[in-house]
């Protein structure tokens, strides 16, 4: 079974930066697609970034040129770095991931919490 577990949330002022992590664990990492989502109060979720197993990347259209998601293929380890970050910006950021030949996303983790404010 896979588990993914997020760390890295935290309160930061407007115009701040933060990494988040996604430890992946019981998949086989390098054809697993990862991507994070956020869920803020009363939204959907949405996904945020998403890179497959070969290292693609794909960006929501408020993210792009702010956030950049990478991934250590040998840990087994996503982060995403957000930069600039603004109180919209504020959600639970949840990891999911799906083996790169399936198209939805079959496994999550819990979540971390961030917060954009002054």
């Known amino acids: 079974q896979v588990q993914l577990v997020e760390s890295g949330g935290a309160l930061v002022q407007p115009g701040g930066s933060l990494r988040l992590s996604c430890v992946v664990s019981g998949s086989i990492f390098s054809q697993y697609t990862v991507g994070w989502h956020r869920q803020a109060p009363g939204k959907e979720r949405e996904v945020v970034a998403e890179i497959t197993g070969g290292g693609s990347a794909d960006y929501v259209d408020s993210a792009k040129g702010r956030f950049t998601i990478s991934r250590d293929n040998r840990e087994s380890i996503v982060y995403l770095q957000m930069s600039n970050l603004k109180p919209e910006d504020s959600a639970v950021y949840i990891c999911?991931?799906?083996?790169?030949?399936?198209?939805?996303?079959?496994?999550w983790g819990r979540g971390t919490q961030v917060t954009v404010s002054s």
């Open positions: 999911g991931g799906h083996y790169d030949h399936r198209s939805r996303y079959s496994d």
